[in-house]
């Protein structure tokens, strides 16, 4: 009996130290805002390695016949389709300076990705930087370099997230990379800078009201619309409006329970060459959100939509991997955008928690993309099977296998474009995540 005892309250301190899976928290004050009586210091960090795998399934038909997928190649070197890589390493601070009204943030990130490379030029790169003011009642203000407020999958934070890979609507839509052109110029493979990591350089008001049970939180942003870069920007700035009202079961921070309703809205313009000639034109692009996420006791469920507008990305010329030539050594493959196309996405994620330590998952999703012109719209569909286990409050091992169904949809399924779309190859993921 003593054992069990003992037993019971290992697993339930273990229990406790557990990070809460990403449903129901409020990411924008989680990031913007400390706690009472918060260190000056407080250190944090985390690294990621993950391994993935298709069966290199090759292009079956076009310029570049029989060369490498790109879909079917792992990121970001898209040189191979099986690959152990490591992904991040993010190490940072936050904490409250001597005024408690006063906290910051900082965080920088190395490793293979969108946005970093270990052999290349940019090893290191900065992706938070901030400062929050919390003078002025229900107003709180921040500045700098952090994540804006918008869609739940592009707030959570790794630490949180259930799936090693984006959905289509967040990889697609969400995860902005900046091109320099459309990709007609037939000998420039157009490889965008860095992606946004779901961030902009700018002010964000924002705070919470509490009502009983209920939480409302709204945000209003202006950013430059280049993410983490600090170059060029836009031609305008981007607005960033956001609103959730949340009713709390119970729990604060990370591990707060509820049902939290949100919508969100990004609207800005994006500078482009396009065409033959490679005029240089501006563009809007807007994004439409809104949502529903779930969090209680072993359950979590999340559901989420996105209408785009603008800058819509049309993957590579006939699945080439960008750089290559076609058989015929006449063109690159290049990265290509639809400047004036609309798009949308949507994804059902659900989750059940097995034991204190083990979670199985499964997410539907669906992007509905190039929707203004038949002859421009594919879809793209993807059933994600999962499981994570912490094998300890820091350590963590996830399993995910992506099933893979794509189509154009208004032609007809011998047509080049749906042979491609049928080579995509299903995923297999794996991935390690140490936090410290």
């Known amino acids: 009996m003593q054992k069990i005892r003992y037993a019971s309250l290992l697993l339930a301190i273990f229990t406790s130290l557990l990070p809460a899976p990403a449903q129901a928290v409020n990411w924008v004050m989680l990031h913007g805002t400390e706690a009472d009586k918060a260190p000056l210091i407080r250190p944090f960090g985390n690294v990621i390695l993950d391994y993935q795998h298709t069966d290199d399934t090759r292009i079956p038909a076009g310029p570049w016949l029989n060369q490498k997928a790109v879909y079917n190649q792992i990121g970001p070197s898209l040189e191979s389709s099986s690959q152990l890589t490591l992904r991040k390493i993010q190490l940072g601070a936050r904490g409250a300076l001597p005024d408690p009204r006063f906290n910051y943030q900082v965080q920088a990130q190395a490793g293979d990705n969108d946005v970093t490379g270990i052999d290349s030029g940019n090893r290191v790169r900065l992706l938070d930087a901030s400062l929050t003011v919390s003078i002025i009642p229900h107003a709180r203000l921040r500045v700098g370099m952090f994540k804006y407020p918008g869609a739940e999958e592009g707030l959570q934070s790794n630490v949180l997230g259930s799936y090693i890979n984006l959905s289509n609507m967040g990889n697609q839509l969400l995860q902005e990379r900046f091109y320099d052109n459309d990709g007609s110029n037939p ?34 942003m202006v950013g430059n619309g280049r993410g983490i870069s600090t170059g060029s920007g836009s031609p305008g700035q981007d607005l960033y409006l956001y609103w959730s009202s949340e009713y709390v079961f119970s729990g604060k921070g990370v591990k707060q329970e509820g049902i939290k309703l949100f919508t969100w809205l990004q609207d800005g313009e994006r500078t482009l060459k396009t065409g033959v000639l490679q005029t240089e034109q501006s563009f809007e692009r807007t994004l439409v959100g809104g949502g529903a996420t779930y969090r209680q006791g072993d359950i979590r469920a999340t559901g989420e939509m996105v209408k785009a507008k603008g800058m819509i990305p049309n993957s590579t010329d006939s699945g080439g991997v960008p750089g290559t030539l076609n058989n015929a050594g006449t063109q690159v493959s290049s990265y290509n955008l639809l400047p004036e196309e609309e798009a949308i996405g949507w994804y059902i994620d659900l989750g059940y928690q097995v034991l204190p330590a083990w979670w199985l998952d499964a997410r539907y999703d669906r992007l509905d993309r190039g929707t203004k012109n038949n002859s421009n719209e594919r879809r793209f569909t993807t059933l994600t099977l999962g499981t994570h286990y912490f094998f300890t409050p820091t350590t963590r091992a996830m399993i995910n296998y992506e099933i893979r169904k794509n189509k154009a949809t208004y032609l007809a399924d011998d047509t080049p474009q749906n042979l491609l779309l049928h080579s995509y190859d299903n995923r297999l993921s794996m991935q390690l995540f140490w936090m410290f």
Request: hydrophobic share 35%.
């Open 187 to 220: 000998h420039n493979s157009n490889i965008p800078g860095a992606g946004s990591t779901f961030r902009d350089i700018g002010a964000m008001l924002f705070d919470t009201f509490r009502s009983d049970s209920w939480e409302h939180t709204y945000a209003l």
